[in-house]
């Protein structure tokens, strides 16, 4: 990329009331009759917006943060970034998986999407192609079927990732926290309900971190969890589960569902899902927009 864009530049340009970007030699294909995509624009503020805002706001008053403090600061970046919205009922869904993966399960992966869409559920990934593109996608033609305006296509990533693979143009609301546990933590925080699609050693890395919380005695309400995938994954998440029952116990097979095809069937039962979060949040009193209670060990 580098060799193909050599003469690109980008450059902060103080003013007295902001920073302005200055961009040279772009890339055309960022271009429509020679004004910039708006989503790109987005996606550059957004950028800007939260890299300035953690190393000023955030790193630069924090030594050695306690867990507690940690949290603490996921939700504040989430905040500045308006990804916090305090008056919405629950309909997020975590979408987890592979971003170098065949047609099949990129194709399964937008139809779950287009289910969970046809029940006004918005989608947060981690922003990038494959199975994190493939449900934003799918859930926008839902949205459009339904007539649904305001759905929430959220990317969360960090500075890493960004730098190496750019956010799908689905992604409608962009956020990049410091590092890959802040991530982690941003996910289920935000997230009311998770779908697991195929993916390489990242995602079985997200499956262990959220099973490693869900398994701690602190944590009575759960959090909803399907593996999903076409026929032609079903040795996949064979060998997934027994993989995690042999290093966790056959216990812990107790956290999540899978299902093989039957993308309306993940639908409905996420829908379900998130419908009881909702009701135990009620009941519990706490955030619908950030899982509070959920105990997370340093």
């Known amino acids: 990329i580098f060799h193909t864009y050599a003469d690109f530049d980008i450059k902060l340009v103080p003013q007295s009331r902001g920073v302005v970007l200055e961009i040279k030699n772009a890339p055309a294909q960022s271009f429509v009759d020679d004004k910039i995509i708006r989503g790109i624009q987005e996606h550059l503020s957004s950028a800007l917006r939260d890299i300035i805002y953690t190393d000023f706001k955030i790193l630069a008053r924090q030594t050695s ?25 629950p309909n997020l869904v975590v979408c987890w998986g592979g971003h170098s993966i065949p047609r099949e399960e990129y194709d399964y992966a937008k139809h779950v999407g287009y289910e969970l869409g046809l029940r006004n559920l918005d989608i947060i990934t981690g ?26 296509y959220l990317g969360i990533s960090e500075p890493g990732i960004i730098a190496s693979e750019s956010p799908n143009a689905i992604v409608n609301e962009l956020v990049i926290m410091p590092d890959i546990e802040k991530r982690l933590e941003a996910f289920v925080r935000l997230g009311h309900s998770f779908i697991v699609f195929p993916g390489g050693v990242g995602t079985v890395e997200e499956i262990f971190y959220l099973l490693s919380i869900l398994l701690h005695p602190e ?7 399907v593996f999903a995938g076409p026929e032609s994954c079903r040795d996949y998440f064979e060998t997934l589960d027994k993989f995690l029952r042999r290093c966790l116990g056959d216990k812990v097979a107790e956290l999540y569902q899978i299902v093989i095809g039957e993308p309306a069937t993940v639908g409905q039962i996420i829908r379900d899902s998130v419908d009881q979060v909702h009701l135990a949040r009620r009941d519990s009193q706490d955030a619908y927009y950030f899982n509070w209670q959920l105990h997370i060990d340093p």
């Open 219 to 225: 944590n009575k309400q759960g959090i909803p969890l």
């Open 127 to 152: 922003c990038g192609i494959g199975a994190m593109k493939g449900p934003m996608k799918g859930a926008a033609v839902g949205h459009a079927k339904q007539q649904f305006k305001n759905g929430r």
């Open 65 to 89: 943060p306690t867990s507690e403090q940690i949290t603490d600061s996921v939700f504040m970046i989430l905040r500045n970034a308006d990804a916090i919205k305090p008056n919405m009922t």
